[in-house]
């Protein structure tokens, strides 16, 4: 009996927490591909664009889906040549909640103002991820975190989409509230807390 005891009290142990190893040893592709889960900056910033997304006419997201595609891709492989500066989740967090106020806006965006919105999104979820020196490593890295930032948009588009067209305008303005409650938490978060 004791030692069943002391073998769950071992187990109950937290071991040490790493904030980027979420998913393990996965490789470069999965691991850039999943880099949205396991990096909060880059993830918020995505569900941000998507909400966003989520409010606004379908043909205007045609237009700012396609434009994400082509910054995504031209961002991604500029970043193999361009350091771009960390995220600090300070910054992040304001614009997450800015991106909430535009989603909360009523009406649409004005399509101009919704791709450069979208470019810019792309540009920085784009440069967040950090990659190796290796170049066929980085290849592979670049292709799943292009492919992570297309897929994780288009998910919680689609989801809100889905929801907007059973029940109406409410479910968008939800998740635009919660993204705008969301990055004012982030912003208020002390420096080297993520």
């Not at 106020?101 to 965006?109: E, F, Q, T």
């Not at 948009?153 to 969301?182: F, K, M």
């Amino acid at each position: 009996m004791r030692k069943s005891a002391a073998l769950l009290g071992a187990l109950l142990i937290p071991g040490s927490a790493r904030a980027h190893d979420a998913f393990g040893d996965l490789g470069a592709f999965y691991q850039s591909l999943l880099h949205p889960l396991a990096d909060p900056a880059q993830g918020l910033l995505l569900a941000g664009l998507a909400i966003v997304l989520a409010c606004q006419p379908r043909e205007n997201v045609q237009w700012a889906y396609l434009a994400l595609i082509i910054a995504t891709l031209a961002a991604s492989w500029l970043s193999m040549t361009i350091a771009f500066p960390e995220l600090k989740l300070r910054w992040v967090g304001l614009g997450v909640a800015a991106l909430g106020v535009l989603a909360l806006s009523s009406g649409r965006v004005w399509l101009p103002v919704l791709l450069c919105v979208t470019v810019a999104i792309a540009v920085i979820a784009s440069f967040a991820p950090g990659f190796a020196s290796d170049p066929r490593t980085t290849v592979r890295a670049i292709w799943g975190s292009i492919l992570g930032i297309l897929l994780v948009v288009l998910l919680v588009w689609g989801l809100l989409d889905s929801l907007q067209a059973r029940l109406g305008r409410p479910p968008g303005l939800v998740a635009a509230s919660w993204i705008v409650a969301i990055g004012i938490m982030a912003a208020a978060l002390p420096e080297g807390v993520a």
